[in-house]
Every structure is written in structure tokens, then in C-alpha cells.
């Protein structure tokens, strides 16, 4: 259900309506707005001199209208969107352990750039509003997850309701993401993501799908898509879903998602701990599949197109086969050293379909591809490698504007030699040594002289625990990015 936003302007007017309503503060419990209505209600628990403000810090009331929740901001002039993300999704967090469904908060009065301060509040609030409950049975019948579906800004104008709207779309983007990928991998198959690119085909007028079933995969000789998915019994699919919100304009970005649904790592089969969460490797397909929807929903004025190539990473006795060759699309041969490295097979077709058939000025690949990346960079940071400097800095941009960290990493070319084979051009895994860079230029091979990005998520994608506004498992993590690169190439 989507959440119901709206703007209050008169403080007064809040009045009895509001069960939970969130008063801000800065460090030093130094109030944030006009808190006088409600004067006689927190007095007593800010004179015992417990709540000091610090960021995120909580201090819960009641009043005979209900409960009042002081939330502190940190020190003044400290504050940005990051910031206010993190002192609101304590507050949703709160909401959500009380189980309310309408909240009230009194916005925040901030030198702050008026959009920065709008977004950080809107999105510590959204971004938390989301739990995955859907596989749970009787064991939450004691307990109920209960989300919000009210919001009030008490303090805001009507006409600021837009830019609110706007960051719940963005949200709505990131629990699309979320959802696919915490789904069970016996759901969330090759098809059901090919359905849900026609189910956001049918509900957007702007966006156009273009769909290759099996047959038209082995007409365009996707010969890596087709050897990763011979261990499998579900189907391969190419899907490829257009935006067109600038017609007069050359420019085309196109995102390629890695699809795969479920790695195994085929023959070279992983060991129980590294499947465990590998229902999570279609993220990079998640990533662009939502950032390209949003684009739309948002009527951004750029060309943007998302190609996923997906398939299960399984295993049968038609498995793809260690120390065989296959052929991919653009011709280049690989002798498959490791099955598990099937993320790059998928991705390299994909890649040389976009070169081929959809004329990118720009190629970005999201991928959860490598654990390496996440011994190096972590849960928090993903690697960035790129071929070309004004793409990897208009990368930078966008990730530092929404708080979604990448570190650029090297693709030198003296490791080319690495993926040097006997048989054929190149093999499809170096082995360990560097094999977050080695995997970027397997893929660089298929770019062509596109600028082209690889973003590995594979750290960044899925997490253990809630942090802030991250929910347990599925972040969402590159969708904000990308939404925000898009936005900014509007002309
Ligand atoms: N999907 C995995 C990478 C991964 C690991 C994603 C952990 C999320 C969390 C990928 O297909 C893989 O298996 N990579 C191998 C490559 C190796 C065989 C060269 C890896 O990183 O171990
Ligand atoms: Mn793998
Ligand atoms: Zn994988």
C-alpha cells in the first residue's frame, strides 16, 4: 500500500490527530522548530537532563494526546541529508517498534539547502518503512510487523508536498529492488523477472520492452548466457527494457543488470556457506530493472535502457563444463577455468548485445560479482572500475550526493596477461589473485570503445543486519545512485 504523504502547515491544526508525533532537536536538546504547543508535555523529560540531542538519540514521552518522540539531529552545523537520514530512520524504527501507522513530525528548521534538507528527512523516514515479511508463517503471529501508511509534515506547505512525492518515488524504487532480491530464488526465477519487465512495461506508457526467449538468444550466438545456463531448468531470458524521455537526443545510457537468479557455482559448486545467500545474485538485475522504472515514473528527460541477462547458475549433467570452450556473441572464445565465474559470462553478453544493437554513449554494469570485492571494500563501499574519467566522475558525483559509497578501483592492463589462455581468447577466471580486477577486464573486452563502468555490489547489495535506513538483507543499494546519475544528465 503506498504511503499517504501529506503537508501541514499550521502547527496547531496537528492537535489531537497525532498518536506519534516527532519533535526535532539539536545536539545540546536545543529545539529544532517551534516546539511551544507542546511545551507543557516535554518539559519534564528534558529537565531530567537524559536526552542530549546527539544524532539519532530518542527520548519517548506520552502525553494525554499521545506519545512524542524527541529526536535528536546532532550538532547544528554538522547537519546534511545523511545526517537527517539517519536521525529519521531512528524515528520510523521507533514508530515502527510501537506499532503506529500514522506519524506526525514537526519539521526541522535548518539553514540547509531547502531540497537536502526535504530529502534527508523524507528518506530516513521512507527508506526505513519496509520489512520483507512475506516468508514468515505463524512465528510473527505474536509479534506483527506494523509499517506506516501515514505521514504528516507538520510545519511544511502544501507546495512542498511535490519534492516529498518525489523521494517517495525514489523509495518505491528501492523497495522494488528489495523485493526482488529478497524474494526465495525458487521465486524470483529468469521468468517471473521477465514478467516483471512487462508488468512495468504495462503500467508505464514510456517504457518498451523487448524480450529473447531461447530461440532468439541462440540466433544472436549469446553463447556464454546459453553455456551458464545449461545446468539449469528454468529458461534464459535477454530482457531489455527501454525509457525514451528525450527522443531528440542521441544520448542512450545503458544499464546492464547481472541476472542470476541463484549461483551454485555450477560444477565448481560452492560449499553450503557460500549459497547460503546467494539468492541475492541478480541484484546488479534488480538495480537497473528499478532505476530504469523510476526514470520513467520521475519523466526524467534522458534515453535510458536496462539489458539483463538472466539465468539460474545451477547444476545437472548438462552442466556447462570446466575446461571447455564456448563462443560469446561478439565472437571472442572462453575457456571456462571456473563455473562459479558465470556473473561475467552473462554480463559479457549482455554487454556486447547493447554494443551491437542499442548504440550506448555511456554502458554501466551493476553486478554482485565478486567476494573479493567484499573482503576488499566491505558492506558499505562498492567498487567502481571505469575506463573512462568523465563517467567515473560523474559516478562520484551522484554517489557522494546520495550517500551511496563507491571507491574507484584499477583496471591495469599489465593484468591482462592473467586472463591469457592456451585454447582460446581469454579464460573466464584468473583465480584469486586480484579477482575483483580481473573480472572487470574480462569484462572490459566486451565494451568495445564505449565508456564504460562496472559497479560491483556484491558487499553493498545485501546485509546482514538493519543499519540506519538499510533494512536487513536487500539494501537496495545503487538505485538512488543511478536515479541520481540519470538526473543529472538531463539536459
Ligand atoms: N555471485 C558470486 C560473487 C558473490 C560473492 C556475490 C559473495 C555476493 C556475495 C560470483 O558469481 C562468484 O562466485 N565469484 C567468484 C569468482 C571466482 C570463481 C573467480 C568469487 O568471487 O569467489
Ligand atoms: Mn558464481
Ligand atoms: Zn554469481
New binding site residues.
Partial sequence: MALQITCQPELAKCGDGCEFLVLPFWEGAEPAADHSLWKDSIEAPLSSGDFKGKVGEKLLAYSTKGRILLLGLGKKEKVNAEVLRRAYSAAARMAQAKKVKSLCLLFPKSEMKRDELLRGVAEGIFLTNYAFTHLKGDSIKDNPCVLLEEVTFLGLDQSEEEALKKWYTIASGVYLVRELINGNADDVTPQMLAETAKSLEKRSRSLKLTLLERKQLEKEKMGLLLAVNRGSSQEPYLIVLSYKGDPKSEEHVVLVGKG?TY?S?GL?L?PTDGML??K??MGGAATVLGAVQTAAALNLKVNVTAVVPTSE?SIDANSYKIGDVYRAMNGKTVEIT?T????RLVLADGLAYAVEHLKPTAMIDVA?????I?IALGEEISGLFCNNDALAGDLMTASDAVTEALWRMPIPVEYKEMLKSDVADMVN?A??TA?SIT?ALFLQEFAGSVPWAHLDI?GT??RKKNKHYNTTKATGFGLRLLVDFLERRQK
Avoid: F, P
Fill in positions: 542470476i549461483d557455482g565448481s560452492k545467500d546467494m541475492c545474485d547458475n571456473n562459479d565465474a558465470e556473473g554482485t560479482l565478486t567476494g573479493a567484499v577466471s583465480g584469486r579477482s573480472a556484491a547489495c545485501y
